[in-house]
């Protein structure tokens, strides 16, 4: 949970609403005993009857932690953009930013997960690829943040998925034929994702697209390159 500074006080309350300082006590409560269900309904409460209220701008920055424990991350990655708008001048912004690229894109790792053993790379990685942009973005901007470790790890976890999805296409692109296109995908990889795991991946793609072309001196270029990294 994260503490910020609060806002001014306000007299909007609503006669069936208990007081904003009710509300967001009971929000903590179910935040501290793992109800983060009924934690999500008492800080949107101060959210919706008190905006302007001593405990809003705590109350926003709670709700990103809520969401994400509830495993709702896309009401976490919004909450994250309002909190980002609302206060971007806030000491612990970063910690919205940080969480903007966390929540991007979320592995699933529940029963379906492993009942069919799926494969991260054969997915849609737009959300990836946005999530890694995020991150970069928040270590860009807050290069001394305490979640500066936590970011670099998910990003090495980011990159490597991104990689592996693109040599997914280019193996696909091997099966049809379509040597050049396969070429181009592992290339990417090589230029553009220098550092990922799946290095070897891409230089044996390019060696077996190589060959396919009658091109064997940069095939065994490619082959040479494997084995020196």
């Known amino acids: 949970m ?5 806002g001014c006080a306000s007299n909007d309350d609503e006669e069936r609403e208990p007081a904003e300082v009710t509300l967001y006590n009971l929000s903590q409560d179910r935040m501290n005993a793992r109800n983060f269900i009924g934690a999500v309904e008492s800080l949107t409460r101060i959210e919706r009857f008190y905006p302007f209220g001593v405990y809003a701008e705590q109350a ?3 709700l990103i932690y809520a969401h994400y424990m509830t495993g ?5 990655y919004a909450q994250s953009e309002k909190f ?3 206060y971007p001048r806030n000491t612990n912004v970063d910690y919205a930013y940080f969480m ?5 894109y979320y592995q699933d790792e529940g029963i379906l997960g492993d009942v069919f053993s799926l494969n991260l790379a054969k997915r849609d ?4 690829v946005q999530s890694y942009a995020d991150l970069t973005e928040f270590m860009i901007r807050f290069p001394e943040s305490e ?3 936590s970011a670099r790890e998910r990003l090495i976890f980011l990159r490597n998925l991104i990689a592996s999805s693109e040599l997914d296409g280019a193996e696909y692109y091997m099966k049809r034929g379509a040597y050049v296109a396969a070429l181009k995908r592992a290339n990417y990889v090589l230029t553009n994702i220098p550092n990922s795991t799946e290095k070897n991946r891409a230089l044996s793609i390019m060696q077996d697209a190589y060959e396919k ?3 064997s001196e940069y095939a065994q270029k490619a082959q040479e390159l494997k084995q020196a990294n």
Request: hydrophobic residues 40%; aromatic residues 10%; charged residues 20%.
């Open 125 to 128: 990685v737009s959300g990836a």
């Open 84 to 86: 980002i708008r609302l």
């Open 147 to 149: 979640y500066i470790n």
């Open 2 to 6: 994260l503490s910020v500074v609060t």
């Open 213 to 215: 072309l009658g091109y």
């Open 72 to 76: 709702d991350y896309d009401a976490a």
């Open 60 to 62: 926003r920055a709670d």
């Open 100 to 104: 903007r690229g966390m929540t991007g």
